[in-house]
């Protein structure tokens, strides 16, 4: 629970755009384990990855000042699909950051890397693959979203190999006719 509490302050109240700070920057953030954090074995479970992750990704959005474009059009990101490789633990009370950047896109999902960090020893590595919806009109595509986050056209970076060959195996890359 705290850290759904933690995505709602961080989405709803979210901090100052980063002067600068463009779609393809690392946004680095910086967190701390807690009780509630921990599985049976005394290290955090690996759901709570995932919620560290979103916490991290909408501190990228605020990062750029794209949480209130976004909103001002009514879109909003979703996952389409996650992967995470684990090297070390968390423990309780360890600091720790998760560095999120902008892979690439095609026109239908953008790819992200989120790189967990403790004490510069790599702990865990999660690439996702988001598209961004509509409340209401017609749903955006990856290029509109890139285009209004980085503040005109801009093409994505090609993709690194590891990630195109796991999209492709989850079948998440744009297919032709789709939106």
């Known amino acids: 629970m705290t850290r759904q509490l933690h995505l709602t302050w961080t989405a709803l109240r979210p901090h100052r755009p980063v002067p600068g700070r463009g779609l393809l920057d690392v946004s680095r953030s910086t967190f701390r384990v807690h009780p ?14 995932l919620q560290y992750m979103d916490i991290a990704r909408t501190r990228l959005l605020a990062d750029m000042g794209g949480l209130r474009l976004l909103a001002s059009r009514s879109w909003y990101p979703v996952v389409v699909a996650s992967t995470m490789t684990y090297r070390r633990s ?36 999660g690439v996702v693959a988001g598209r961004f919806l509509a409340r209401s009109g017609p749903r955006p595509t990856a290029p509109d979203v890139a285009e209004l986050l980085a503040g005109g056209p ?23 006719g789709e939106v």
């Open 36 to 49: 509630g954090d921990l599985d049976l074995y005394r290290h955090v479970n690996n759901g709570v990855y």
């Open 90 to 125: 968390l423990l309780l009370g360890q600091r720790f950051t998760v560095d999120t950047r902008v892979l690439g896109w095609d026109t239908r999902v953008v790819f992200l890397e989120q790189v967990f960090t403790r004490s510069d020893e790599h702990v865990a590595r």
């Open 154 to 176: 801009v093409a994505s970076p090609a993709l690194p190999e590891d990630v195109v060959a796991w999209a492709r195996a989850l079948d998440v890359l744009h297919r032709a």
